[in-house]
């Protein structure tokens, strides 16, 4: 079993930036993948960036040249930096995981981009 915990959502103004952090019970080397994701109301859940333990990265369009995925082995942390946040980055984010062919999903952090 896995627990990941999120932290670092809040309320900014569109042109600011935000760091997400979500950390893991276990290695995060040992992970295929770990990935974030959101939720805006009234939309379905949207894949935002990905990890792998090789350290490859991967985007959604919307969000390519704002946000840098990054994880960091010894901390067991993943991280998501967000610049230049616009309005519709307005969600839950979610921290996934994958090891062993079982996903896991920590409880969601809310990030509101607001003026």
């Known amino acids: 079993q896995v627990q990941l915990v999120e932290s670092g959502g809040g309320l900014v103004q569109p042109g600011g930036s935000l760091r997400l952090s979500c950390v893991a019970s276990?290695?995060?080397?040992?992970?295929?993948?770990m990935n974030w994701y959101r939720q805006a109301p009234g939309k379905q859940r949207e894949w935002v960036a990905g990890?792998?333990?090789?350290?490859?990265?991967g985007y959604v369009d919307s969000v390519k040249g704002r946000f840098t995925i990054s994880s960091d082995n010894a901390k067991n942390t993943i991280y998501l930096q967000m610049n230049s946040l616009k309005p519709e980055d307005t969600a839950v984010y979610y921290c996934?995981?994958?090891?062993?062919?079982?996903?896991?999903w920590g409880q969601g952090t809310q990030v509101t981009v607001s003026s």
């Open positions: 276990a290695s995060i080397f040992s992970m295929n993948v």
């Open positions: 990890i792998t333990s090789g350290g490859s990265a």
């Open positions: 996934h995981a994958r090891r062993y062919a079982v996903d896991y």
